[in-house]
């Protein structure tokens, strides 16, 4: 005879089993978050984005920017807010993932040595003199074909690193003019078809600018690279492990720069209004 009784531990035992299953993943996942180094990646971005909101103020405000604005900025790009909505993020789209490959990878060579180049890289492009020069040097490199060249150009096609980026970009250029919507700075006749199609006129310069970013940043960061190494993460790339990694690293930066996108949209509407943020 079937007892009710026996469900009850049975149930418990269950529950505690998901339970662990599902602190296990967030584990893993907070150990991937590390050792690809986002947060020291979050903080360069937050120095970037400052860098960001001063351009924004200059365009919109002109002589009206003040500390205020800059404030303003600083507490849009909060470092730890960030981390948590990109941790977050990321745990939940890795979520049934082989994350044990992506910590195989990235906690021995050549992983590890990818991250730091990768790092200081981003680091060294927040200086303009660098970035011209990454510039030309990828330009270079592509106008002779190199075979350097070629293997980035393999990595960014097994990644999708152009056209994810320029998705990204757009994504982030419509949660700004969102916000700017939102906050009354908008003519109130302003349809969201026009602000598409606004969007839309920008994809081209776009993605022009993000091709030239995204070819700068990894010659500069995978110059000292040797090619076995480079080929190891290209071929990493396209394993499965690899594939779930770099879709579940743009779900959760693209949104994250969606939220400050919009942040910074409500936030200069509103400084142009003279409310209070």
């Known amino acids: 005879m079937f007892h009710l009784r026996s469900l009850a531990p049975i149930a418990l035992a269950l529950s505690v089993t998901t339970a662990d299953a599902q602190t296990t993943e967030a584990e893993k996942s907070a150990a991937l978050f590390e050792a690809l180094g986002l947060p020291d990646m979050l903080q360069i971005m937050r120095e970037e984005g400052i860098v960001y909101g001063a351009e924004i103020g200059s365009d919109l405000f002109g002589d009206r920017t003040s500390a205020e604005w800059s404030t303003i900025v600083s507490n849009i790009y909060d470092v730890d807010a960030m981390r948590t909505e990109v941790l977050?993020?990321?745990?939940?789209?890795?979520?049934?993932?082989?994350?044990?490959?992506?910590?195989?990878f990235f906690n021995a060579e050549p992983g590890?040595?990818?991250?730091s180049l990768e790092l200081s890289a981003r680091r060294a492009l927040l200086d303009d003199a660098v970035e011209e020069a990454?510039?030309?040097?990828?330009?270079?490199?592509?106008?002779?074909?190199?075979?350097?060249?070629?293997?980035?150009?393999?990595?960014?096609?097994?990644?999708?690193?152009?056209?994810?980026n320029v998705v990204g970009a757009m994504n982030s250029n419509y949660a700004f003019y969102t916000g700017?919507?939102?906050?009354?700075?908008m003519p109130q006749e302003l349809t969201e078809e026009q602000v598409l199609?606004?969007?839309?006129?920008?994809?081209p310069e776009i993605r022009v600018n993000t091709t030239e970013w995204v070819y700068s940043f990894l010659m500069l960061a995978y110059q000292p690279l040797s090619d076995a190494d480079l080929d190891a993460y290209i071929a990493f790339s396209e394993t499965e492990a690899g594939q779930d990694l770099n879709a579940a690293m743009f779900a959760a930066f693209d949104g994250m720069f969606e939220d400050i996108s919009r942040a910074l949209g409500l936030g200069s509407a509103r400084f142009m209004n003279g409310q209070d943020i």
């Not at 590890?112 to 991250?115: A, N, R």
């Not at 700017?180 to 700075?185: H, I, Y």
């Not at 199609?197 to 994809?203: F, G, H, K, L």
């Open 134 to 164: 990454a510039k030309e040097v990828a330009t270079e490199a592509m106008l002779d074909n190199t075979d350097r060249y070629q293997q980035v150009k393999s990595f960014v096609e097994v990644n999708d690193l152009v056209e994810t």
């Open 197 to 203: 199609t606004d969007v839309w006129s920008q994809e």
């Open 88 to 104: 977050t993020e990321l745990t939940e789209n890795l979520a049934g993932d082989d994350v044990d490959a992506m910590l195989a």
């Open 112 to 115: 590890k040595t990818i991250i």
């Open 180 to 185: 700017l919507m939102d906050g009354g700075a």
